[in-house]
């Protein structure tokens, strides 16, 4: 698979097959991943990567977390701007009801929504769950190296025929997820993501999100 179809071919995978992923396999990906550039060289990023009886028990704390208290934690960080405008709002709206309508839960039906976006703190069924903090000093420039990170991650998973879910949502519950891992005061969470292999008769992982055309994001001079 050479890089133009990792892009393609990469998905927010929503719907994950009970089938084992290698360590050793993980851990390639993620040192090959540590060739993201990051400004200054800092490689600003920490990754922790939870499975097997850990990961169930990690469910099983969330389950728990979810049900008494669904709103979450306080956020360390704003997950999307306060006054989130257009076109940003509306691509936000819209992919969440392509989302919804693979799924065939109308708009009024809040319930099973809900229901529903509490798959994320199951990992989707995935076999491995992927956290990366970021040391509580740094800036917005470590956090977008954070991101270029993650893209390689991403994109080499899906070269191993992986695939993966970046999930934000774990901003929402920061001091239970780190006192599971144990991780330094200093360090903050940034995102979870789910790892495993796509279930393909998931209807929910039919879904491709829009992409805004090229002369809807870019200007050109002298080319």
């Given amino acids: 698979m050479n890089v133009s179809e990792a892009i393609a071919s990469r998905r927010s995978v929503r ?21 993201a550039p990051s400004g200054g060289n800092l490689q600003p990023w920490h990754i922790h990567v939870v499975g097997g009886s850990d990961l169930d028990s990690l469910k099983n704390i969330m389950a728990g977390k979810v049900a008494e208290n669904p709103r979450g934690e306080e956020t ?54 992927l956290f990366c903090y970021v040391h509580r000093n740094m800036g917005p420039p470590q956090w977008s190296d954070l991101g270029m990170y993650l893209q390689n991650v991403m994109l080499l998973l899906r070269e191993a025929g992986l695939d993966s879910c970046p999930q934000e ?3 929402v519950y920061p001091k239970s997820i780190s006192e599971f891992l144990g991780t330094p005061e200093e360090h903050m969470l940034f995102t979870g993501m789910a790892i495993g292999r796509k279930d393909p008769e998931a209807a929910v992982n039919q879904l491709e999100a829009a992409r805004a055309p090229l002369e809807e994001f870019a200007e050109f001079r002298g080319i």
């Avoid at 719907?15 to 060739?35: M, Q, Y």
């Avoid at 006054?83 to 709206?93: I, Q």
């Fill in 169 to 171: 949502c774990w901003a």
């Fill in 15 to 35: 719907g994950f097959l009970d089938e084992p992923v290698d360590g050793d396999l993980i851990r390639e990906i993620l040192t090959k991943a540590a060739r």
């Fill in 76 to 129: 360390e960080y704003d997950i999307y701007p306060k006054e989130l405008a257009d076109p940003y709002r509306a691509r936000r709206f819209q992919v969440g009801e392509d989302m919804y309508a693979r799924l065939g839960i109308p708009r009024e039906d809040k319930a099973q929504r809900l229901q529903w976006f509490a798959n994320n703190f199951r990992f989707f069924g995935a076999p491995l769950a």
